[in-house]
């Protein structure tokens, strides 16, 4: 089996984890990992993934604006917002 | 060492749709912040993209307009990465099956040479939002307006050799999707954006070098001078013995220089997948078809059109075609007068340059085509003179009216009858009998004194080649008549 | 009043008067409230469905009612509903209310259906016991030391208590047909794509299907003709039309009268103890009702648990990336650093199993692995599919197991997650097939309800219900009930 790296799982998943859950998850990605390893010895030659359970087309929408936006309403939730605008702590570019 | 650049174009044309890509929810530019972004813009729980028609459209009339593949089966994957104005934490973008397959596209340099640009795919996704960094002490701003805005990234093969030529075909591209009617070409609103990817190696070598990729430039001064500044940046290091790393840059236009964007160094793996919310998109050969017949006419062959079947110039004709709304209005007015020649004057000339003076676009030209027609006409048939001819445009251009009504209301037909001219120009030679007799003794030069005399009391309207030819004609007679004495 | 009654029993009661709908409320109410203990429901909206009620009762009045008005419904809490709370079970969105109605939940509405409350679930629908949700656990109502199932264990033990006569649930890997076999009760996981996924959180975009947990096949019937069909905002709802689904509505459900052939595979009753014995006496009884019993084979059916956990894995990795703390939900307290804010957002706001699911599809996903495991999974999938295809061109239906075994105790399995896994077994093929697949109680061990799973090719819930309906017209297990306050 690969090793597996959670920190840099962690890193893209944008989880931080503290040293006890860091080490129960470790544990229990090695157990799921094993798990699903039993795959890798099933023959899938010439075998098309299936990515969708019904063989159908994309519809296409008609280009109409339908939406009617609310956005006090949908900002209700938010956790912080001002002038209409969501605030995050500063984004350095 | 001499060196190559070798650049790469990721262009990010914004379609004109009336909705979203995968929402029914406005595009428009300039709303108050958060107020075109519908539940599936914002990424709410629960909330699931359906495919806007009209993008699809637009992304097979771009391809089939390049003469490039146009893919039968495409697919939406996500891309993923965390970013405050990607509220989904992923894009959904095509990958591995784009919509748009290979093709060219052709490029006009200005000094006349044409290069071939290969374009590796386009493909449509959607866009982000906004993030504004300077209202908020320690604070930034989201704004996902833009959000879900149907996007058709446009990737070039690395096929350009210097930052001009980067230049050229982002105008060419820029002009062929205006022509397409795909898209606003409104850089200053970000309606084209470009990515750059620029690498260096020694002249003549196969091998490329390292790159770095170049975001969001957003107009082609700026296109020009990034790549120029990121070519010599990256000659620099290599001069030094230096290494070039990979890297993506932003351009700063204010000090005219490329930096690093530490920002993007965490999401390296997008882990593209196919969107399971959407499914593959079969396009029928009918509906491409369908599409191809709806195609307009492409700059291309237009300009051809105008060099070989209305006899313009090479110049005049690129100049026509470059701007689709020029070449139209151009043609509305040859429906009403066949001199190709004088309405690419009066296109090029004057209407250009009121144009500009009132800061105006074409489609905003306040002369209707036919009235310059009209205009063009009355020139054609001496009614007016290339000088009343711009006092009627003028008045024209202030809305006094058709070309027929402002002639007549003003009184500016020209005067080309010899009997009301004669009788003018038989007074003026009475009137001036010193004059006469220097033209007498040989004096040429005295006709224009005469011609002066002439414009003066007809107030201008005086045809001046039957101004011309009778002057020659009565002053000779006279000078003939008077040496018989 | 019968607590047990089925929403057919309860609209001929309200018909005749017996009671009205603000009555019949009002019982439910008080049950909910006086088995509070078992922790079913996550918010119940008392007000909102009295005025619903009595709003049910002037639609009755006018002799306008269909099947479902003024019935008392529950919804899975992972279903959007405007202006209720929709936690899914988690405490990122503890406070989160959803702007606008799920499809699900606006077309049950419309059709007079009485909204008591939202269900509680495994957080985001991941897990077989109903222990991963923030807001406690739910216990089985036969036995409050054992699990309910999940990740729909508050609406299969609400309908099993009488504490509500049908629920929403939502099924991605056997979510619905689980918690139905451990609390005794009916439940119906239809074709993927029946119903519209619209405004209903996502887990595993292409397993998830909305279903309906009751008493019996009869009710599951109308309750799904009613939330079905087309959606316009669903991608991948289905088009597919189905006139029968749609005169269930008005005339119910007729038992099936021809024998269909069934298949019993192999490889779902290996090492089944008492469960084999009570599932083999309920082929029995339909072949005795003229079915036909058929062995059969489904060879990939041990790739489904290894396929299925990446693949969900995977599909929930990036589905819950927009839970990030930014533009809706659980936020941290003073977060240093838009890195600090996502992090920490979502380190709290989530529970252990969905950030051991967002790790092991990250996984899947990510660079080096994306082949090894996500396409090998999607592979897997195409032949278990490809299974039950062949498999139907042999048989109509497939009787099956639903689950390992009864119930198991709160706590047995946490420690350890493969083990958990294990216990859908059964459920988890015809959800990586998109097959419709229903579970009904069969018998008791023990004291403990335990299921038979149907199974039908895609779009078959006719055959399955009126197979169903005539399996339960010649037993009464679906009329055995817990005591409960
Ligand atoms: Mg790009
Ligand atoms: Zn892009």
């Keep these: 089996m690969a090793n597996i790296d959670i920190n840099h799982l962690c890193r893209l998943a944008q989880l931080a984890l503290n040293d006890a859950e860091h080490e129960a998850v470790r544990g229990d990605l090695e157990r799921i990992i094993a798990m699903v390893d039993q795959m890798q010895a099933m023959n899938t030659d010439h075998v098309e993934p299936l990515a969708h359970p019904l063989d159908a087309n994309q519809r296409l929408r008609r280009d109409e604006v339908t939406e009617v936006v609310d956005r006090e309403r949908y900002q209700l939730g938010a956790p912080a917002t001002q002038d209409g605008l969501y605030l995050v702590p500063r984004v350095v570019e | 060492m001499q060196w190559e650049a070798v650049i790469g174009l990721e262009v990010h044309v914004q379609l004109s749709t009336k909705s979203k890509i995968f929402s029914g929810a406005s595009p428009a530019f300039g709303g108050a912040p958060n107020t075109q972004a519908c539940p599936v813009d914002l990424g709410l729980p629960g909330v699931l993209p359906v495919l806007n028609a009209e993008a699809v459209r637009m992304a097979v009339m771009f391809g089939l307009a390049i003469g490039a593949e146009i893919h039968p089966y495409s697919v939406f994957d996500r891309k993923n990465y965390f970013y405050p104005d990607l509220p989904k934490g992923y894009q959904i973008s095509q990958f591995a099956h784009p919509i748009v397959g290979p093709g060219t596209i052709d490029v006009q340099m200005e000094n006349g040479e044409t290069i071939t640009v290969g374009i590796t795919r386009a493909h449509l996704e959607e866009d982000a939002g906004k993030s504004l960094h300077t209202s908020y002490p320690g604070m930034t701003g989201i704004d996902l307006n833009r959000t879900g805005t149907p996007l058709l990234e446009v990737v070039t093969d690395p096929d350009l050799r210097s930052p001009e030529q980067a230049v050229a075909y982002f105008k060419q591209l820029h002009a062929l999707v205006r022509y397409l009617k795909i898209c606003d070409g409104n850089l200053a609103e970000g309606s084209m954006r470009c990515d750059a990817n620029v690498s260096v190696r020694p002249l003549g070598a196969e091998e490329l070098g390292e790159r770095s990729e170049i975001k969001n430039i957003n107009s082609f001064r700026f296109v020009e001078k990034a790549i120029t500044f990121e070519i010599e940046r990256q000659i620099d290091i290599l001069e030094s013995g230096g290494k070039v790393q990979r890297d993506t840059r932003l351009y700063d236009s204010d000090l005219n220089e490329t930096r690093s964007m530490r920002t993007k160094e965490l999401s390296d793996d997008y882990r593209y997948f196919p969107d399971p919310d959407l499914l593959p998109v079969h396009l029928t050969p009918e509906f491409i078809a369908e599409v191809k017949s709806s195609l307009p006419e492409l700059p291309e062959a237009r300009k051809t059109r105008f060099t070989t079947e209305l006899k313009l110039s090479d110049y005049d004709a690129t100049w026509l075609t470059g701007d689709p709304e020029v070449a139209d209005y151009f043609e509305a007015v040859l429906a009403t007068t066949d001199d190709a020649k004088l309405t690419a004057n009066w296109i090029m000339g004057d209407a250009s340059a009121a144009l500009h003076r009132d800061d105006l676009e074409w489609i905003d030209c306040p002369v209707p085509a036919t009235e310059l027609g009209r205009l063009i006409v009355r020139i054609k048939d001496n009614t007016l003179s290339s000088k009343l001819a711009k006092t009627v445009f003028e008045a024209l251009w202030a809305g006094e009216g058709t070309a027929d009504e402002i002639i007549e209301a003003r009184g500016l037909r020209q005067l080309s009858d010899s009997g009301a001219l004669g009788d003018i120009i038989e007074k003026i030679i009475l009137d001036n009998p010193h004059q006469v007799a220097q033209y007498r003794a040989g004096k040429n030069k005295v006709l224009g004194f005469f011609v002066g005399r002439v414009m003066k009391a007809t107030q201008g309207k005086a045809n001046p080649g039957r101004v011309n030819e009778l002057l020659l004609e009565l002053l000779g007679s006279w000078g003939q008549s008077k040496g018989a004495e | ?485």
């Design chain 3, 1 to 485: 009043m019968n607590e047990f009654a089925s929403i057919g029993e309860l609209a001929r009661g309200l018909r005749r008067g017996d009671y009205s709908s603000v009555e019949l409320v009002r019982h439910y109410l008080a049950r909910i409230q006086n088995n509070a203990s078992l922790n079913t429901f996550i918010s119940v909206t008392e007000d909102e469905a009295l005025i619903a009620a009595a709003k049910a009762d002037q639609t009755l009045q006018r002799g306008k009612a269909g099947p479902l008005t003024g019935i008392p419904l529950a919804h899975k809490d992972i279903f959007c509903t405007q202006g209720i709370a929709t936690t899914c079970g988690s405490r990122i969105l503890e406070n989160w209310i959803a702007p606008y109605d799920a499809t699900v939940v606006a077309r049950l509405a419309s059709a007079g259906a009485v909204l008591l409350g939202k269900t509680n679930m495994d957080e985001f629908a991941m897990g077989s016991s109903n222990e991963n949700s923030y807001f406690g656990a739910v216990l089985n109502p036969w036995d409050n030391s054992r699990v309910p199932g999940g990740s729909s264990g508050g609406s299969a033990a609400a309908v099993a208590a009488g504490l509500i006569p049908i629920a929403t649930g939502t099924d991605t890997g056997g979510s619905i047909r689980q918690p139905a076999a451990f609390c005794g009760v009916s439940g119906i996981k239809p074709t993927y794509g029946r119903v519209s996924r619209y405004g209903m959180a996502a887990f595993a975009s292409s397993l998830d299907q909305a279903g309906v947990i009751g008493h019996d096949a009869q009710d599951l019937a109308v309750v799904l003709s009613l939330m079905s069909g087309l959606d316009p905002r669903d991608s991948t709802s289905s088009d597919h039309v189905d006139s029968w689904l749609e005169s269930v509505a008005e005339s119910g459900l007729q038992p099936i009268d021809e024998g269909l052939s069934i298949g019993l595979p192999g490889e779902y009753f290996k090492d089944l103890g008492e469960g084999a014995t009570l599932l083999e006496a309920a082929a029995k009884e339909l072949e005795s009702a003229g079915c036909r019993l058929t062995e059969i084979s489904l060879p990939h059916t041990d790739a489904a648990i290894p396929a299925y956990y990446i693949i969900a894995g995977a599909e929930a990795s990036t589905n819950l990336s927009r839970y990030d703390g930014v533009h809706f939900g659980y936020r941290c307290e003073n977060p240093k650093s838009l890195q600090d804010l996502y992090q920490r957002s979502r380190s709290e706001g989530f529970g252990t199993e969905v950030k051991r699911r967002i790790l092991t599809g990250t996984y899947a996903l990510s660079v080096g692995y994306f082949d090894a495991y996500y396409l090998k999974a999607q592979k897997l999938r195409r032949l278990i599919q490809q299974d039950f295809l062949a498999a139907f061109e042999q048989v109509d239906l497939i009787i099956a197991p639903t689950t390992p075994g009864v119930a198991f105790h709160t706590g047995d399995l946490t420690g350890d997650p493969v083990a958990m896994y294990q216990q859908d077994i059964f459920t988890i093929p015809a959800s990586l097939a998109g097959l419709p697949a229903l579970s009904l109680p069969c018998g008791f061990s023990n004291g403990l309800p335990i299921g038979m799973q149907l199974i039908g090719a895609h779009f078959s819930e006719r055959q399955l219900l009126e197979t169903s309906a005539l399996y339960q017209q010649r037993t009464d297990w679906h009329q055995h009930h817990p005591e409960v306050a």
